[in-house]
């Protein structure tokens, strides 16, 4: 992913910001669950950081994550939202054979699909009468298989908030593959539950000049000749404004992380862009709760 542009919070904000965070709740204890395995034409390597405290609010989070972790895995290469395996019902207090759970359906999941791929694939080769058969075990020996990657990692943990990043890369045998994910997700740690809304939502016609202002200097971060006026030969939009990213933007130390995920804004070949405002420009555009768990 490209380079989060930093951008550095006045002094009295940020001191506002530690003494608010420091004083709430202690550090999350996480863990983390690796696993990989691979078969004749899939691969998948997981890894997967969950709270393993028995408080009220680790408990809260690891079951908030569990439910990533199902709606990401469950879909794997599904282009219609078809379920492809039943979600965890046993203990969730027994983290690791919940997460042990997902990774065998997963793998399971990517198996079947990618043998069922490459089986019509060779089917389609075999009756191609414009090749001929050395042409066609050539074509057959070097047929792409599928790979799969989960990653879910706490990124940040603030005194107010914790903030979790769900980010996958799925290959299916196509020119390139791609990222998917849930994005960054921000929780109380107070409660456990998600911040859901970090931006107002009828600002976005007011906000558009700290966008603007955020995906010049991504580009510009890339070594692109890009400025305010010619932005817009960059970004694949329909209609005058620069929507909000899908996912949620996320707080750091430097203030608040928008990330867009691959063609939302912008043709592949620009990546994932993404840049850091800091609290005192968006401040005005934050949702109550918002302003709250960064302690503005």
Not at 81 to 90: H, N
Not at 149 to 157: G, P, T, V
Request: proline share 5%.
């Amino acid at each position: 992913m490209k380079k989060l542009l930093a951008i550095l919070l006045p002094a009295t904000l940020a001191a506002l910001l530690c003494w608010s965070c420091e004083n709430t709740t202690a550090p999350l204890q996480t863990r983390v669950y690796s696993y990989e395995e691979s078969a004749d034409h899939a691969s998948i390597k997981f890894s997967a950081e969950l709270p393993e405290g028995n408080d009220r609010t680790s408990r809260v989070i690891r079951e908030n994550l569990a439910g990533v972790m199902d709606n990401q895995l469950a879909h794997i290469g599904s282009f219609e939202g078809e379920r492809l395996f039943d979600p965890y019902d046993g203990d969730m207090n027994d983290t690791e054979g919940c997460v042990k759970y997902y990774f065998d359906n997963a793998f399971k999941v990517i198996c079947d699909g990618a043998d069922d791929d490459v089986r019509q694939r060779a089917e389609y080769i075999k009756q191609d009468t414009g090749i001929n058969d050395a042409q066609k075990e050539e074509i057959l020996s070097r047929m792409p298989g599928w790979e799969y990657e989960f990653s879910l990692e706490m990124i940040a943990d603030a005194g107010c908030y914790a903030v979790f990043q769900s980010q996958d890369y799925i290959y299916m045998g196509g020119a390139h593959g791609g990222v998917t994910g849930a994005g960054c997700i921000t929780f109380d740690k107070s409660t456990g539950s998600i911040i859901e809304q970090f931006i107002d939502p009828g600002s976005e016609e007011d906000i558009q000049p700290l966008l603007r202002k955020g995906l010049v200097g991504y580009f510009v971060d890339a070594d692109s000749q890009v400025n305010d006026s010619n932005l817009d030969e960059c970004l694949l939009l329909e209609g005058d404004l620069i929507p909000l990213p899908a996912w949620q933007p996320y707080p750091c130390e430097e203030g608040l992380v928008f990330v867009y995920q691959q063609y939302e804004i912008a043709p592949y070949a620009a990546g994932m862009p993404a840049f850091t405002v800091s609290f005192e420009e968006i401040a005005p555009y934050l949702t109550p709760e918002a302003r709250r768990i960064i302690g503005l």
